[in-house]
């Protein structure tokens, strides 16, 4: 099941999310259940949140890659909303 996580971050944390980078694209690596992501943008064109895209079997297994997540225990986002989706084209 594809399921969208769609991460707000917190005003003025783009440090955190620059420093913590590195853990997070690590932990994409290892885990091998995202079928996509990338960061969402401000108006200025800087990192401002995350949209990833997982393939898991249940909603449970995509919360506790979400919490897991070292940008989410880094702290840096705001709220997360997650929610099952279907592809369509692409």
Sequence with gaps: MLIALICTD??????????????????????????????????????????VVLDVDNAATAESWAANDPYAKAGLFSDVRIQPWKKVIG
């Excluded at 783009?14 to 079928?35: D, F």
């Design 10 to 51: 917190k005003e003025g944390a783009l440090e955190t999310r620059k420093s913590n980078r590195e853990a997070h694209l690590a932990y994409i690596a290892e885990t091998g259940v995202v079928a996509m992501a990338g960061p969402l943008l401000d108006d200025a064109g800087e990192m401002a949140g995350s949209l």
